[in-house]
């Protein structure tokens, strides 16, 4: 039993929160662009676009750089980007400018998440599960604070409320300065040719087999991150137009959702290592389909409790789905993680561009009554290897 290194642990995950929080100042921000600037629902959804997809196309690839060669003070320079995306989100004259802000917050954060889940799993020794769930609920609950800060800082402030996040960049910078210390120190006492790739020892046809493994997954996180969207982006000017409601309430119905997201995140963790990875995905996917499939007829108050219950089951797999993959592919951590927390964002954005054009074309209650079909995918999951054959794969590996 590998000893877990909690101070470490909650250190990361106070990082993920500012770094999330600081990224969930996009959406909750882009009403108050959308009316100031004049955009439509498509160009509010490139704004996310590009936010995601940047951090989604590079996380795999400083995944893959770091896994080898570890690179600790990556950490707080790559919050100095997201530093400057936030002061430039905050004073940005015209729609270019913001474009280019939300680029070097994408920038920030993918460098952070493989390099943070990788701190992560180093600290959490045997007990992963928990791990991996201390570090992904501060992220759940950075984005859950989206629709509190748009009540609070920028429907009085506007767009120059963003200036206060500048603060939070900083400190994030200091934490990371002292996170990449130890992570310098671990390197030191275990260095990177020591650590073996279970990978090495597989046959074609297992890793043929780990192929369409993963494939299936990136497939239940696509339904999960487009679901996610749907909720977060545009489920708010559904709620204003069907109650006739102002933004600040429309937003305690998305934070009901992210708070209890963020409690499903951690508790998700220790679940899965008790019950099992795949059964808790697939618990995560299928309980909540009932329940998005009932979102669009609930009335106001229902709406409350649906969001509440759903948002707890649905990302409930949040941390597990990174720490199954990591499993899949053992010995690849920083490649695994970016690719799993990547693709999660690069879907979000590619979901959050389709969604709004579908939006500009069509009534946006027929494309929420579509988005609410998406957990029904969730049923893939028993095609998924079970955590059995994973310990099967892994010690035929090293064999």
Known sequence: MKPT???????????????????????????????????????????????????????????????RRPMPYMLPIGMGFTFFGVLGIALAPNYGMVLLS?????????????????????????????????????????????????????????????IWFTAIAAIAIVVQLYIARWYDRYLTLNPPSQRKSGSRGMSLQRKRQIKLAIGLLLFLIFARSWYHAGITIYYPFQLMDQFAITLEQAQIYIFLFAAA??????????????????????????????????????????????????????????????????????????????????????????????????????????VMLAVSFLPLLGLLTLFLPSDKTLKAWTQEAEQ
């Not at 662009?33 to 989604?56: E, H, P, R, W």
């Not at 950075?142 to 609070?152: F, R, W």
């Not at 949040?318 to 999660?344: D, M, N």
């Open 261 to 366: 997201g963020a409690v499903g995140t951690f508790f998700g963790g220790p679940l899965s290592d008790r019950f099992g990875r795949r059964n808790m995905i697939f618990f995560s996917m299928l309980g909540s389909a009932p329940l998005a499939l009932l979102l669009p007829y609930a009335s106001s108050g229902w709406a409350y409790v649906i969001m509440l219950v759903n948002g707890f089951i649905i990302l409930s797999s949040f941390s597990v789905t990174v720490v199954y993959a990591q499993e899949l592919i053992p010995g690849k951590v920083g490649t695994v993680s970016g690719l799993t927390i990547g693709f999660a964002f690069g879907l979000g954005a590619l979901g959050a561009l389709a969604l709004g054009r579908l939006a500009d074309v069509y009534e946006l209650e027929a």
């Open 102 to 162: 939300v680029i070097l917050i994408g920038l920030g954060s993918a460098v952070f998440h493989p390099e943070g889940s990788r701190v992560a799993f180093m600290a959490g020794g045997s007990r992963r599960g928990l791990a991996q769930s201390i570090f992904q609920v501060g992220g759940n609950s950075g984005q859950s604070l989206a629709s509190v800060m748009t009540a609070i800082i920028f429907a009085p402030l506007g767009q120059l409320g963003a």
């Open 5 to 67: 290194v909690f101070r470490i642990l909650f250190a990361i995950s106070l990082v993920h929160l500012f770094n999330d929080t600081i990224q969930s100042i996009i959406p909750a921000i882009l009403p108050i662009l959308k009316d100031t600037m004049k955009l439509t629902y498509t160009q509010s959804g490139i704004i996310v676009f590009m936010l995601n997809m940047t951090a989604s196309v590079m996380q795999p690839l400083i995944g893959l750089y770091a896994d």
